[in-house]
């Protein structure tokens, strides 16, 4: 069974930008389809992007693409999340989740391995 860590989150201006990492541990993720999801207060939780299990293949949330960009460090059994340009409607706790039962998927119910969040926050 693998662990899900994230970090990196933080405060940030508009326009700036935060890296996020999501370390794991118990299994190497290079196994796993991965995604980050975000739940900003009151919300449901809303997917962001997610990376095939080989990483040849990503899927992302309109809004977030072209600033927003998912990748596999896989020196550090890691899945990162780049965040560029960002917005003060990006403000949300971002949560890492794996799946190896279902396959590349955008759906929260499709993932049986997730973090504790990490909390972004982007001001006006």
């Known amino acids: 069974q693998v662990q899900l860590v994230e970090s990196g989150g933080g405060w940030v201006q508009a326009g700036g930008s935060l890296r996020l990492s999501c370390a794991a541990s118990?299994?190497?993720?290079?196994?796993?389809?991965m995604a980050w999801f975000r739940q900003a207060p009151g919300k449901e939780r809303d997917f962001v992007a997610a990376?095939?299990?080989?990483?040849?293949?990503?899927y992302y949330l309109n809004s977030v693409k072209g600033r927003l960009t998912i990748s596999r460090d896989n020196a550090k059994n890691a899945v990162l999340l780049q965040m560029n340009s960002l917005k003060p409607e990006d403000t949300a706790v971002y949560y890492c989740?794996?799946?190896?039962?279902?396959?590349?998927?955008?759906?929260?119910?499709?993932?049986?391995?997730w973090g504790q969040g990490t909390q972004v926050t982007v001001s006006s």
């Open positions: 989740a794996g799946n190896t039962r279902v396959g590349f998927s955008s759906r929260a119910v499709d993932y049986n391995y």
């Open positions: 990376l095939s299990r080989g990483g040849g293949s990503t």
């Open positions: 118990g299994r190497t993720l290079s196994s796993y389809h």
